[in-house]
């Protein structure tokens, strides 16, 4: 059996290496065939899955310099049916790409937002002067330097590779230390594991309304290891909020506090309890 594995292309992006490092581990432990897909975004990747048209998804969740990524959590939210199945941690170095031959040539850089913002101060630094225009992926970025002479990309060291074209600064991410936690989803229950994550919205913005869920975590010795709010598009100032707990939710104690979670929230959504690996690109 050959399983499918969307994920943002084209290929060259950093979640395409996300995808081929979860393929590897895939592949070690059942030695099954897999399918690379790309998708245009992030969102249709999550809805493949939850359509039945591919088995997996690997989707960005957090980045280490510029924190979470709205549409994933977005998307999973509005897509009830989908289980987190493992965690990926993969370093990101970025690289300025371009077919000319100074930077003093560059008049645009295009990039993903994240990879813009994830590089802002050495663009500042080397480019103040130039017009930054985002894309949908750090791949499409350099597929417009073919329509843009004077253009630079940001994007990946295999994405130069693949394309032929040149390399004029790497690494140019602000930080050294630049992670980015993606989660692999399908429509598989979540195998269980050391991280559970969740979402819940709450009946009425009053006070005490988000502090009562915490504390009943804090009194159980559930600890947090990320909470974070969303807007529910439905009214300002209502939001949704995100929350990773560093147990796993089918313990008899976890599944207590879940349960006297709920009567605290409007709705509650389990995205699944899983295990981390830290990846590194192909």
């Known amino acids: 059996m050959t399983v499918s594995i969307a994920y943002l292309g084209p290929a060259g992006t950093n979640t395409e290496a996300a995808a081929l490092a979860y393929m590897n581990l895939l592949q070690q432990q059942s030695e099954q065939k897999c399918l690379l897909c790309p998708y245009p975004s992030v969102a249709q990747t999550i809805r493949a899955v939850a359509k039945g048209e591919v088995k997996l998804a690997i989707v960005p969740v957090e980045n280490s310099l ?19 199945q493992k965690a990926l941690v993969l370093p990101i170095s970025h690289a300025l790409i371009s077919t000319v031959k100074t930077l003093e040539e ?20 080397y480019l103040g002067n130039v017009q930054l225009v985002p ?27 693949l394309y032929q074209v040149p390399i004029l600064a790497f690494p140019i991410n602000d930080r050294p230390e630049n992670y980015t936690k993606f989660w692999a989803v399908s429509l598989d229950n979540s195998p269980g594991g050391s991280h559970t994550s969740l979402g819940f919205s709450v009946p009425a913005n009053v006070p005490g309304a988000l502090a009562k869920p915490l504390q009943l975590m804090a009194t159980r010795s559930i600890n947090l290891s990320r909470i974070e709010s969303r807007p529910t598009k439905r009214s300002l100032g209502e939001y949704l909020f995100f929350i990773d707990l560093e147990c796993d939710w089918r313990d008899t104690s976890v599944k207590s506090a879940l349960q006297e979670l709920s009567s605290y929230t409007e709705t509650l959504k389990i995205f699944g309890s899983y295990d981390g690996v830290t990846v590194k690109p192909d």
């Open 66 to 84: 510029e924190g979470s990524v709205p549409v994933t959590l977005d998307t999973l939210w509005q897509v009830t049916t989908v289980q987190i």
């Open 106 to 125: 560059i008049k645009t850089v295009y990039s993903h937002p994240q990879a813009l913002a994830q590089c802002q101060e050495w663009m500042e630094q």
């Open 135 to 161: 894309t949908n992926s750090t791949t499409e970025a350099v597929n417009q330097l073919e329509k843009d002479e004077l253009a630079g990309a940001i994007a990946s060291q295999r994405a130069a590779e």
